[in-house]
């Protein structure tokens, strides 16, 4: 065990640099070529939202887990803001239990967004991949900007990630190394950050850190990953399968996905009453 308490050793598997007492200075969002304004203007953000959240429970009993708060606002709102921030105006929702709050909750607070709304009637038997699958139609013809609906984040973490030069980019945490378990999706990398292997089946010795659930893809390699989840969904049957699979997949067809190391900025995935309640002692400090 760290010898730290057990609150400090939370935060660091979380990701939170306890040390770090003021948030990092913005940059400016300025695309850095016409090939970057281009991709930008393409993308559209997904939102995976469908869960039940049952390690959550009984806090999720009656709402679901991207409705939570953290300090005053909720995680589905600070992500929304975030995408805002970054120039994202095309979003899209896939929600499934208590699909009806999420949607009165976007409606009613932010109306200037456009936002399309995605339902997965099959929420409580199958996994990411099949929500993601969900939108295939909506994203036709553009960019995927990919995340999940259970992560806090610095929204510098989006800026960086969307102004990488690597157009199949995901977001990872070296810090995590020292600290991961069967649980969470972990990358095994090359020497220069890309992407070998991406599960949770990885062995933490051999891992090079943590995936932290934000992904950007371009137009044709979205096309490809949507033909892979229709292969591994309707014809292998694999409907609870994480959307990694389908990355692991785009690599063994020639694709190469870069890892880009969030370091210095915070990321925490909320899976557990603990997660939540240290997200809500930090957030203030941490993330905004």
């Not at 049957?237 to 692991?248: L, R, V």
Request: charged residues 20%.
């Amino acid at each position: 065990m760290d010898h730290r308490s057990s609150y400090e050793y939370l935060l660091a598997i979380a990701g939170f640099d306890t040390k770090q007492k003021a948030k990092i200075t913005s940059f400016d969002f300025k695309p850095q070529s016409n090939h970057q304004l281009i991709f930008l203007t393409m993308t559209k953000a997904v939102i995976l939202a469908a869960g039940l959240a049952q390690r959550l429970k009984p806090i999720t009993n009656y709402t679901p887990k991207s409705l939570l708060k953290i300090g005053n606002k909720t995680i589905l709102g600070m992500t929304l803001e975030s995408l805002s921030e970054n120039q994202i105006s095309e979003i899209v929702i896939v929600v499934g239990f208590e699909a009806a709050q999420i949607q009165q909750y976007v409606r009613k607070n932010y109306p200037q967004l456009s936002i399309e709304f995605v339902y997965n009637a099959e929420y409580e038997f199958t996994n990411n991949a099949y929500s993601l699958l969900l939108t295939q139609k909506a994203l036709e013809g553009h960019s995927l900007l990919l995340l999940d609906g259970d992560i806090v984040f610095d929204s510098l973490i989006l800026k960086k990630l969307l102004l990488c030069e690597e157009e199949n980019t995901l977001a990872f945490n070296k810090a995590h190394k020292n600290f991961l378990t069967s649980e969470e999706i972990k990358v095994r990398l090359t020497q220069d950050n890309y992407i070998i292997e991406i599960s949770k089946d990885i062995k933490p010795i051999l891992a090079t850190g943590e995936s932290v659930g934000i992904h950007r893809f371009s137009e044709p390699t979205t096309h490809m990953l949507y033909h892979i989840l229709h292969q591994q969904i309707h014809q292998q049957h694999q409907m609870d399968e994480f959307y990694e699979s389908a990355f692991e997949e785009l690599i063994h067809q020639g694709e190469k996905i870069y890892a880009m190391d969030i370091a210095p900025y915070n990321s925490m995935e909320i899976d557990t009453e603990a997660d939540w309640h240290a997200a809500n002692k930090f957030v203030n400090i941490h993330i905004y």
